[in-house]
C-alpha cells in the first residue's frame, strides 16, 4: 500500500512475490535467532529460582524443613511427629534448580532450603496459658 501511495503502478501481486522472494530467506533467519534467544534466556540460563517459603497451619511440625520459634530446646514440643503449626512467623527461602529434562516441557527440579522458615506450634498456647 505504502509502495502504490508512493507512485509505484507495479500490480500489488507482483510487489508482495518479489518482496516475498527477496527477504523470506532473512526474516527466516531472524525469526529462527529470535526463538533462540527465547529459548535460551527462558530455559537453558535460568536453571534455578528463587523463592519466599511459608508453612501453613495445621501442617505437620517437620524440623529438617521448618524451626520451631519459641523452642528452647529443652521441652521437645516438636518432637514425635505429632505438633502441628499454629502460624507462620518468619518467612523462609528455598532454592529450585533445574537438574533434567523429563521430556519437551516437563522438568525436574532439585530444591534446597536457604533458610528455613519459623513457626509457632499448635502447643504454644499451652505455654501462653501457664
Not at 516475498?20 to 530455559?43: D, H, M, P, Q, Y
Not at 524443613?65 to 521441652?75: A, I
Not at 536457604?114 to 499451652?126: C, G, Q, R, W, Y
Amino acid at each position: 500500500d505504502v509502495l502504490i501511495v508512493a507512485g509505484c503502478d507495479t500490480p500489488g501481486s507482483d510487489i508482495i512475490s518479489a518482496l516475498s522472494s527477496k527477504f523470506t530467506e532473512k526474516i527466516s533467519f531472524l525469526v529462527s535467532l529470535a526463538i533462540r534467544v527465547n529459548k535460551i534466556v527462558g530455559e537453558d540460563v535460568t536453571s534455578g529460582d528463587l523463592e519466599v517459603w511459608a508453612v501453613r497451619p495445621a501442617t505437620p511440625y517437620d524440623a529438617n524443613l521448618m524451626e520451631d520459634s519459641y523452642d528452647d530446646g529443652s521441652s521437645g514440643r516438636g518432637e514425635g511427629g505429632r505438633a502441628k503449626v499454629l502460624c507462620a512467623t518468619d518467612l523462609g527461602l528455598r532454592k529450585k534448580t533445574r537438574v533434567a529434562m523429563m521430556g519437551e516441557k516437563e522438568k525436574q527440579w532439585e530444591i534446597k532450603m536457604l533458610l528455613k522458615p519459623k513457626v509457632a506450634l499448635e502447643s504454644v498456647v499451652d505455654i501462653m496459658d501457664e
